[in-house]
């Protein structure tokens, strides 16, 4: 029985651990570098230039808010025909309408007037802006029309 007890013992002994690891270089080779790791990277083909392709861009739509004319801008004596008040219909900052470009597209005629958003008008909680007309004077039949304010 004696004889059993050695062969196992031995054989605990004899057998190494397996390792799977590399063995690891030193730090002064991973800092520097030597000749033969520098060698032995492959360099990087270039490809030729690939040539653009002519998309075109998609066109932009141009938002526009809806404004009601109210009237004339007016004193209690005096009526200015090529400036107009209106109200601004749509859910926007009235204010960031100033300096901006409206169109007037008159429903019975093919007519059509352009002008410039000049100034906010009354109280802020009001939404009113002032406009001006670029050429002559407005018509007495553009009050209650919609005017396109482009952004």
Do not use: C, W
Request: glycine fraction near 4%; proline fraction near 3%.
């Amino acid at each position: 029985m004696s004889e059993k007890k050695k062969t196992t013992a031995t054989k605990k002994a004899t057998t190494k651990p397996k390792t799977t690891s590399k063995p690891k270089a030193s730090s002064a080779t991973k800092k520097t570098g030597t000749a033969k790791t520098s060698a032995a990277k492959k360099p990087v083909a270039k490809k030729p230039a690939a040539t653009k392709k002519v998309t075109k861009k998609p066109s932009k739509k141009v938002a526009t808010i809806k404004a009601q004319i109210v009237s004339y801008r007016r004193s209690n004596r005096l009526q200015v025909t090529n400036q107009a008040i209106a109200l601004v219909l749509d859910d926007f900052n009235h204010k960031a309408l100033v300096g901006k470009k409206f169109t007037l597209n008159f429903k019975a005629s093919d007519a059509t007037a352009k002008g410039i958003v000049t100034a906010t008008h009354g109280q802020i909680k009001n939404k009113r802006v002032r406009l001006r007309f670029e050429k002559g004077g407005m018509a007495g039949a553009a009050i209650n029309q919609i005017v396109e304010i482009h952004i």
